[in-house]
């Protein structure tokens, strides 16, 4: 099949375009910040009229769908004014005002569906709408525990819906009839496919397909960051859009078949037109619309200045780890890609970074890395100089807020200084956290996707250019559903009867991935039960707390695991702190403690170790996880603290070669902050001569 080329570049909007919608083959919509909708024809098959403003509002236009019913045309727009508009396709916005409004909504709009007469809306107020055009609310669906970011209607009574809840629901009416963790992070949109299929996208970078029972049936990797947008083609294949710069295309098996890279940050929102074209919405303020016909595609010089506009793009470092002196030449060019769409960075003679991506069977070259700051040109802020002094948008249609920060203060600090001098809700400081560590120090360009992210140790192979420093942390992430329900039948059975949990309400949690509910069942079994059946809670525990948030109790329940007798809740209780570095919301906060480690690494670890055979490679994936957490904050007391740590136990661990390995990983990873390691503690790891042992050591010295 023809690969998709750039077909026409539509210039008028004056801030980031964030929403798109085709009411027919040769008419599209647009929405922007800039307030406006406008309204772009086809004049031939690649070149478009100039935009006329079809509606202005008072803020900002996140949302767009195309009204069609009973012979009527409808452009239906939402926004930071949380009104649903409805405007004639016709209509300029000082000819007349729109023909309906629908007012309901409490906050901005930011998702919009049309069909069979309906309008269903989802708000960051929590809830979705159905409408008639009227205003008429057919429907208010609430549920989510936040924005809802997706809307989909199904039929005139089913209707599905995601969130920054993490979750995808499904509702009958106004009654939700089904829910499930969907992703590990905000879901941004949700699609539903022509044969019933819901696909799902979310700031975990993945896109994921559904049954609509919830049952998952594949998991889409390839995006670099966050995934804002779905839309089918008429030939079945599945497009995705988001924060990497880059559309994707699907193929019905899952496989990305093209990746078009643009000269911009975000690819806001991706739609399909009819004749099988894409359109895209992006920060540049452009809409861009490629094509797989020939008769479609742009003029030559349109094409090559879009490669060059691709070209002379910038990425900054901020955004990047960059070791300029770790990267390869331009000989690294010389080996193929393995998938499409992946990215290298390579230097130049001259000593800056290229960027490039693997497509068509070449690399191209996709941007520059350039840098974001200059450590000699300080920044003054109130009578005071920084290292950073950053922008914030904390709401939209708000001027943004000022965050000066120092490289050599920590980001908590800075944080809960910076809520507290806005009066905004400490509920943000993780939020401020993620943004400060993304934008003094950054993930690796080439994050792993496919069959090997998983488990980043399995093999050498799967690592793409360094290892260290070690930069996403680990999980314990899998449940054997099987051995859970059969252990939990046993073990309730044994519990004196007012301790016992009703089979019914564990399997319909079971069976629904209910995990704020099955947590609470956790708990349940950690303090009702007798101490031999505890593991089974903190098994439980350690799988849901990557899906639900803490529950007032947790910390009561993570020090019963860690006092207890048994050296297999001691091992599953660390497990369960391993991943809460993987809760996005809160997790690093908890371990900004150093006493801490006090707590956690007893001298009755070093006993469990030769009893426990999984003991050892949980406490070295916690160690890891601490490393690549301090590597982040640059904290010298918890590094101190750390090292003795490795130190004290290095030995012990070192013994199993999985544990010896991710031990190293996690010196490797702390090597810039000065790591003193034991003689001891050195010539264990040495012991192992593997390939990737050898890896790691070059990579260390």
């Known amino acids: 099949m023809p690969i998709f080329k750039l077909s026409a570049t539509l210039q008028g909007h004056e801030d980031d375009v964030r929403a798109l919608c085709s009411p027919d083959p040769d008419t599209l919509v647009s929405g922007s910040r800039d307030s406006t909708v406008r309204v772009w024809r086809r004049i031939d098959p690649r070149l478009w009229s100039e935009p006329t403003i079809n509606y202005k509002s008072t803020k900002f236009v996140n949302s767009l769908a195309c009204y069609k019913h009973a012979g009527e045309t409808f452009i239906v727009s939402g926004g930071n004014d949380a009104l649903v508009s409805l405007t004639l396709v016709d209509a300029t916005f000082d000819w007349v005002d729109p023909a309906y409004v629908l007012v309901g909504h409490q906050s901005n709009v930011c998702a919009l569906a049309c069909k069979d007469g309906l309008i269903m809306s989802g708000s960051w107020d929590s809830t979705a709408k159905v409408w008639r055009k009227d205003g008429t609310v057919v429907y208010e669906l609430k549920g989510h525990e936040n924005s809802v970011w997706g809307v989909q209607i199904v039929s005139a009574t089913q209707f599905v819906t995601c969130g920054a809840d993490r979750t995808i629901r499904v509702w009958n009416g106004a009654t939700q009839v089904r829910q499930w963790v969907a992703h590990a992070d905000v879901v941004r949109d949700v699609l539903v496919l022509p044969d019933g299929t819901i696909a799902s996208c979310s700031n975990d970078t993945t896109v994921k397909l559904w049954t609509l029972d919830g049952d998952l049936l594949q998991t889409l990797h390839g995006h670099q960051n966050f995934v804002y947008s779905l839309a089918v083609l008429p030939t079945g294949e599945l497009v995705s859009s988001g924060e990497d710069r880059t559309i994707r295309v699907w193929d019905r098996a899952g496989t990305c078949v093209q990746t078009i890279t643009l000269p911009c940050i975000s690819v806001w929102k991706v739609i399909a037109l009819e004749n099988g074209d894409i359109a895209a919405a992006s920060s540049d303020a452009q809409v861009r619309i490629f094509t797989r016909a020939g008769k479609r595609v742009a003029a030559r010089e349109l094409l090559d200045k879009f490669e060059a506009d691709l070209q002379n793009s910038t990425v900054n470092d901020s955004v990047y780890n960059v070791n300029k002196d770790a990267l390869p030449g331009r000989d690294a060019l010389k080996q193929p890609g393995t998938g499409e769409g992946e990215t290298r960075m390579v230097r130049t003679e001259i000593g800056t970074v290229e960027v490039y991506q693997w497509n068509e069977s070449k690399w191209s070259k996709v941007g520059e890395v350039v840098n974001s700051t200059s450590t000699d040109k300080k920044k003054e802020y109130n009578g005071q100089f920084y290292d950073y002094v950053f922008d914030v948008d904390i709401a939209d249609g708000q001027p943004p807020l000022k965050l000066p920060y120092n490289t050599n203060e920590s980001p908590y600090a800075v944080a809960d200084k910076f809520l507290l001098d806005n009066n905004l809700p400490a509920s943000y400081s993780q939020q401020v956290v993620d943004f400060i560590l993304a934008n003094t120090g ?153 006493d801490l480690m006090d707590v956690v690494f007893l001298d009755d670890i070093l006993d469990a170790l030769k009893t426990e055979k999984l003991m050892s490679i949980t406490v070295a994936t916690f160690v890891l996880n601490y490393a690549v957490f301090i590597r982040k904050l640059r904290d010298q007391t918890l590094y101190t603290k750390l090292a003795a740590v490795i130190n004290k136990f290095g030995v012990a661990l070192a013994r199993d070669e999985e544990s010896a390995y991710r031990l190293l990983v996690a010196i490797g990873t702390l090597k810039p902050l000065g790591t003193k390691i034991d003689a001891a503690v050195t010539a264990e790891l040495q012991k192992y001569k593997s390939p990737r042992f050898d890896a790691l050591w070059t990579e260390i010295k």
């Open 442 to 594: 950054g993930a690796s360009l080439d994050q792993q996707s496919g069959p090997g992210s998983s488990e980043p140790y399995q093999d050498p192979a799967y690592q793409k250019q360094g290892i260290l420093p070690q930069t996403e942390y680990l999980q314990f992430s899998k449940l054997d559903e099987t051995k859970i329900r059969t252990a939990f039948a046993k073990l309730n059975a044994k519990q004196a009867v007012q301790n016992q949990i009703e089979p019914v309400e564990f399997e319909t949690c079971m069976n629904c991935q209910d995990s704020k509910q099955l947590a609470v069942l956790a708990g349940q079994m950690i303090s009702k039960w007798d101490t031999s059946s505890k593991l089974l809670g903190f098994d439980i525990l350690r799988f849901t707390i990557l899906h639900a948030p803490p529950s007032e109790t947790l910390f009561e329940l993570v020090k019963i695991g860690l006092t207890s007798q048994s050296p297999k809740v001691v091992m599953m209780t660390i497990r369960l702190l391993v991943n809460i570095f993987s809760a996005k919301q809160w997790g690093e906060r908890v371990f900004a403690d150093p």
